[in-house]
Nanobody, 122 residues
């Protein structure tokens, strides 16, 4: 599976962005899909994930209520709708795929997109 993330950009605090991740391959619906982010000087951190069918989602506490992950298996795509953006949300955002439900660690994800930059101005 090859992943291509897009949709990043510059937004003012309080604004919204929608990230997209396009996947190649016929087995996309077999994978849990996740979004991670990495800010300069910090470790890559989990943001959200979604199960195969799109019926179960999980979020980091820092984004709960502001971010929404979704997927469209017919389009081989996963999305991250971000609203109420804060300066601390600024990072490179990565989509990733894993086989098992848990763990949600970076090492558990076998496919990664190239990342898309999100910048939030205060």
């Amino acid at each position: 599976v090859q992943l291509q993330a897009s949709g990043g950009g510059l937004v003012q605090a309080g604004g919204s962005l929608r990230l997209s991740c396009a996947a190649s391959g016929r087995t996309f619906s077999s994978y849990f899909m996740a979004w991670f982010r990495q800010a300069p000087g910090k470790e890559r951190e989990f943001v959200a994930d979604i199960n195969w069918s799109g019926t179960i989602t999980n979020y980091a506490d820092s984004v709960k209520g502001r971010f929404t992950i979704s997927r469209d298996n017919a389009k081989n795509a996963v999305y991250l709708q971000m609203s109420g953006l804060k300066p601390e949300d600024a990072a490179v955002y990565y989509c990733a795929a894993r086989v098992a439900a848990v763990p949600r660690t970076t090492n558990a994800h076998i496919y990664w997109g190239q990342g898309t930059q999100v910048t939030v101005s205060s």
